[in-house]
């Protein structure tokens, strides 16, 4: 499978079906990574963190043809991972999980953001809206019968948090910022961003996991036309979609 910055290359498995090596996995971390891996207390949560992580460099390491290993990564001030070598590859990835699945996306664009979040009961759903969501939003979520609520709030907290990613903002300034209420019911619509840009937003991205909200957010170039690629990682294998 090849990642191409002409293209948006989405891919999404879980910790469960991934079918690679994980011993391989771990070899491919940096040391940091590893004393992280080796910081969580459950021996699940060490586990989806190696396997994302491996995954990641795995795919990386494959697109550049070079070993896992020598990946190095760098952050941007507010947390936001990229490619640190090697440089000017011109690939930008995110990636998100929650439990045991994971999804990545990788693009040309350094604003691409994906997000996916279980669906479950939200304690003080009330609450949080108010709090964090603008007044056209959380207007939205009461008028949510009872029993779609959850679904609702997670719907348009995931569409929020891959606006946040793909901008690279803070997680309270991108709150606060970006409004999905007019939108929180369409597939794919287009959210203005400041004067002269849009972001395209996804969602679900992939609409077989069941249980699970999935959002992809991205600033494309003008007139350029959004081209996706969508894979599963099934036993080893990328099964496109």
Same mark, same amino acid.
């Given at each position: 499978?090849?990642?191409?910055?002409?293209t948006?290359?989405?891919?999404?498995t879980?910790?469960?079906?991934h079918?690679?090596?994980?011993?391989e996995?771990?070899?491919?971390?940096?040391?940091d990574?590893k004393?992280?891996? /080796?910081? !969580?207390?459950a021996? %699940?949560?060490r586990? $989806?963190? =190696? *396997?994302?992580?491996?995954?990641?460099?795995?795919?990386l390491?494959t697109t550049?043809?070079?070993?896992?290993?020598r990946?190095?990564?760098?952050?941007?001030?507010?947390?936001?991972?990229?490619?640190?070598?090697?440089?000017d590859? /011109?690939? !930008?990835f995110?990636? %998100?999980?929650?439990? $045991?699945? =994971? *999804?990545?996306?990788?693009?040309g664009?350094?604003?691409?953001g994906?997000d996916i979040?279980?669906?479950?009961?939200?304690?003080?759903?009330?609450?949080?809206a108010?709090?964090?969501f603008?007044?056209?939003e959380?207007a939205?979520?009461?008028?949510?019968?009872?029993?779609?609520?959850?679904?609702?709030? =997670?719907?348009i907290?995931s569409?929020k948090?891959a606006?946040?990613k793909a901008?690279?903002?803070?997680?309270?300034?991108g709150?606060?910022?970006?409004?999905?209420?007019?939108y929180c019911?369409m597939?794919?619509?287009?959210?203005?961003?400041?004067?002269?840009?849009?972001?395209?937003?996804?969602?679900?991205v992939?609409?077989?996991?069941?249980?699970?909200?999935?959002?992809?957010?991205?600033?494309?170039?003008?007139n350029?036309?959004?081209?996706?690629?969508r894979?599963?990682?099934q036993?080893?294998?990328?099964?496109?979609?």
């Open positions: 499978m090849i990642i191409a910055k002409e948006v290359t989405l891919i999404h879980d910790t469960i079906i079918g690679l090596p994980e011993t996995l771990y070899e491919s971390l940096s040391e990574e004393t992280r891996a /080796g910081s !969580f207390p021996a %699940s949560e586990q $989806n963190f =190696i *396997v994302r992580r491996g995954i990641l460099r795995a795919l390491g550049f043809g070079i070993e896992p290993s990946l190095r990564f760098a952050a941007t001030p507010v947390g936001k991972p990229f490619v640190a070598f090697p440089g590859s /011109g690939i !930008f995110n990636l %998100s999980h929650s439990g $045991n699945d =994971i *999804v990545y996306a990788f693009s664009h350094p604003e691409t994906i979040e279980r669906i479950r009961t939200v304690e003080d759903i009330d609450e949080l108010r709090n964090h603008s007044a056209e959380y939205v979520l009461m008028n949510q019968p009872g029993w779609k609520k959850n679904s609702a709030f =997670i719907r907290w569409l948090e606006l946040i901008s690279g903002w803070p997680l309270e300034q709150l606060a910022a970006f409004d999905v209420a007019a019911q597939n794919r619509f287009e959210l203005p961003f400041g004067d002269i840009h849009t972001f395209t937003c996804i969602a679900p992939f609409d077989y996991i069941c249980g699970f909200a999935t959002a992809l957010a991205i600033r494309l170039d003008r350029e036309p959004l081209n996706i690629k894979y599963s990682l036993g080893g294998q990328f099964i496109e979609l």
